[in-house]
């Protein structure tokens, strides 16, 4: 599982920085549950916050914070999704 971080990490900076289109998967369930998609949003993931706690763009959903290629950037999963991919294995 990967850490919980801070709401502040979670900025408008890092928010404009990428985004899922960057790992190649389409925005969609399918894809973002699948073992391409769990292995690589895995992979570069460093940590989540409640999207509610976010001063930018707070949502009813997960932001999880990622590294690809020395920038830190972050987008929002749906809570199905985030369980899915980064909790999923754990009851498999």
């Given at each position: 599982m ?5 709401s ?24 973002i549950i699948s ?11 460093i ?46």
């Amino acid at each position: 599982m990967i850490p919980k971080l801070d709401s502040t990490s979670f900025t408008w900076q890092r928010w404009r920085a990428g985004s899922i289109h960057d790992f190649n998967i389409p925005c969609r369930y399918e894809m973002i549950i699948s073992g391409y998609g769990k292995m690589v949003l895995n992979k570069h993931a460093i940590g989540w916050c409640c999207g509610e706690n976010l001063l930018c763009r707070p949502k009813n959903e997960v932001a999880v914070m990622f590294e690809k290629d020395g920038i830190k950037f972050w987008f929002h999963l749906r809570q199905k999704e985030f369980i899915e991919v980064f909790r999923g294995d754990k009851n498999d």
